[in-house]
């Protein structure tokens, strides 16, 4: 198996020499190459991609934010970190939409070589040479137009309310996706992973919401703009919704606590980014599931497999981990692929059991150990218990 190439590129040759002793255990594992001018770096992913680029946002012709731009566009496999300094949050910000994970000066050894090794593990655990294929090039969940307009009319108030903003971010999985990723980054130091919208918005504060906000607002890629009009982008996140809230109600009835009914709501909002990503991007496959504006769910995750050789779970699951979001999220999403759902011991397991009573299948032989029927009719409800 070939060694993954690692580039890092920064304009200071002191940074480079650190990166170098820093990671003289490696050296072995990993093909390590060192830049101080960025072009120099694109050059040679033009001669063999990348598996992994690391580069500093300030330095001098080609700047950080334009080489990551170029990656993306032309190595869409490269997996794009930024790692700079505190001072740059904003260039940091400018670079949200670009990069996959981002890393604050000045960091150690193991931080660094964790968050790679993490990185390709994901690549090695859910990124099958399918995954790899579809994903690459992803690098914005759509997020619909009439949540970022709430959201921006709340933040342009005199007198923000972080709840009310916490609602509307955790209606909208574009969003909220980007919100835990920016909030979980070493720019912004959280002193633990950070797994749900509220605590994301309550540790980031106001001001960086707003340019998160905006940012993303500007940046994510609409569904409506492509098949089945605005009423599929509504219905994909109206399902997510109701399978959050339906995870989170058979939680509570099993005895979870209030920060584990948390965790498995937000894998049930982040059940299906996969879907949102998969449309936007290859909406001739999907087309001939609108019937009359409504998207046929039945069966999506086997016409998925055919065309793609994987279904939108994996894709998910694979997208948010190469952000960087906690392993409980990205774990959670890819269990809930498999539908298996007999113990519900893991939040995957309870969303997978949600999704599957929203589809109206029969699980009543689950009765003998919990409440199915009860579920079972909170899902015909279609309302949030």
């Given at each position: 198996?070939?060694?993954?190439?690692?580039?890092?590129?920064?304009?200071?040759?002191?940074?480079?020499?650190?990166?170098?002793?820093?990671?003289?255990?490696?050296?072995?594992?990993?093909?390590?190459?060192f830049f101080e001018d960025a072009r120099r770096a694109l050059?040679?992913?033009?001669?063999?991609?990348?598996?992994?680029?690391?580069?500093?946002?300030?330095?001098?012709?080609?700047?950080?934010?334009?080489?990551?731009?170029?990656?993306?566009?032309?190595?869409?496999?490269?997996?794009?970190?930024?790692?700079?300094?505190?001072?740059?949050?904003?260039?940091?910000?400018?670079?949200?939409?670009?990069?996959?994970?981002?890393?604050?000066?000045?960091?150690?050894?193991?931080?660094?070589?964790?968050?790679?090794?993490?990185?390709?593990?994901?690549?090695?655990?859910?990124?099958?040479?399918?995954?790899?294929?579809?994903?690459?090039?992803?690098?914005?969940?759509?997020?619909?137009?009439?949540?970022?307009?709430?959201?921006?009319?709340?933040?342009?108030?005199?007198?923000?309310?972080?709840?009310?903003?916490?609602?509307?971010?955790?209606?909208?999985?574009?969003?909220?996706?980007?919100?835990?990723?920016?909030?979980?980054?070493?720019?912004?130091?959280?002193?633990?992973?950070?797994?749900?919208?509220?605590?994301?918005?309550?540790?980031?504060?106001?001001?960086?919401?707003?340019?998160?906000?905006?940012?993303?607002?500007?940046?994510?890629?609409?569904?409506?703009?492509?098949?089945?009009?605005?009423?599929?982008?509504?219905?994909?996140?109206?399902?997510?919704?109701?399978?959050?809230?339906?995870?989170?109600?058979?939680?509570r009835d099993l005895g979870w606590d209030r920060a584990e009914?948390?965790?498995?709501?937000?894998?049930?909002?982040?059940?299906?980014?996969?879907?949102?990503?998969?449309?936007?991007?290859?909406?001739?496959?999907?087309?001939?599931?609108?019937?009359?504006?409504?998207?046929?769910?039945?069966?999506?995750?086997?016409?998925?497999?055919?065309?793609?050789?994987?279904?939108?779970?994996?894709?998910?699951?694979?997208?948010?981990?190469?952000?960087?979001?906690?392993?409980?999220?990205?774990?959670?999403?890819?269990?809930?692929?498999?539908?298996?759902?007999?113990?519900?011991?893991?939040?995957?397991?309870?969303?997978?059991?949600?999704?599957?009573?929203?589809?109206?299948?029969?699980?009543?032989?689950?009765?003998?150990?919990?409440?199915?029927?009860?579920?079972?009719?909170?899902?015909?409800?279609?309302?949030?218990?």
């Amino acid at each position: 198996m070939d060694r993954p190439r690692i580039f890092f590129v920064d304009d200071e040759p002191h940074v480079l020499n650190g990166l170098r002793r820093m990671l003289r255990s490696r050296r072995e594992a990993w093909d390590l190459m060192f830049f101080e001018d960025a072009r120099r770096a694109l050059v040679a992913c033009g001669a063999e991609p990348a598996t992994v680029v690391v580069c500093d946002l300030r330095m001098p012709g080609m700047d950080g934010v334009t080489l990551l731009d170029a990656l993306r566009d032309r190595f869409p496999q490269t997996i794009r970190f930024v790692l700079s300094g505190q001072s740059e949050a904003e260039a940091g910000l400018r670079a949200a939409g670009i990069a996959h994970q981002f890393l604050s000066k000045p960091t150690d050894g193991p931080t660094l070589i964790a968050a790679i090794d993490n990185a390709l593990d994901l690549r090695e655990r859910l990124g099958g040479k399918a995954v790899v294929a579809l994903v690459a090039s992803l690098t914005a969940i759509p997020a619909l137009p009439g949540s970022y307009r709430e959201l921006t009319e709340q933040l342009r108030r005199d007198t923000l309310d972080t709840e009310a903003i916490a609602e509307i971010v955790a209606r909208d999985p574009g969003i909220a996706t980007r919100l835990i990723q920016v909030a979980n980054s070493s720019y912004f130091g959280a002193p633990k992973r950070i797994a749900t919208v509220r605590g994301a918005v309550q540790f980031l504060g106001m001001e960086t919401l707003k340019s998160l906000v905006l940012t993303y607002g500007v940046l994510s890629q609409v569904v409506h703009d492509r098949i089945g009009g605005a009423p599929v982008a509504q219905q994909i996140v109206e399902t997510m919704l109701l399978k959050s809230a339906l995870s989170a109600r058979i939680a509570r009835d099993l005895g979870w606590d209030r920060a584990e009914r948390e965790l498995v709501a937000t894998v049930g909002l982040l059940s299906d980014v996969g879907l949102l990503v998969l449309i936007d991007n290859f909406p001739e496959t999907f087309e001939p599931r609108i019937v009359d504006g409504v998207l046929q769910m039945e069966g999506l995750a086997r016409l998925e497999r055919a065309a793609f050789g994987v279904d939108h779970a994996l894709v998910g699951a694979y997208l948010l981990g190469t952000w960087g979001l906690p392993d409980s999220l990205t774990g959670g999403v890819a269990d809930q692929a498999t539908g298996q759902c007999g113990s519900l011991a893991t939040a995957g397991q309870i969303v997978a059991l949600a999704g599957r009573l929203m589809l109206g299948e029969d699980m009543s032989p689950l009765e003998v150990r919990w409440p199915v029927s009860a579920w079972t009719a909170v899902a015909r409800e279609g309302a949030p218990p």
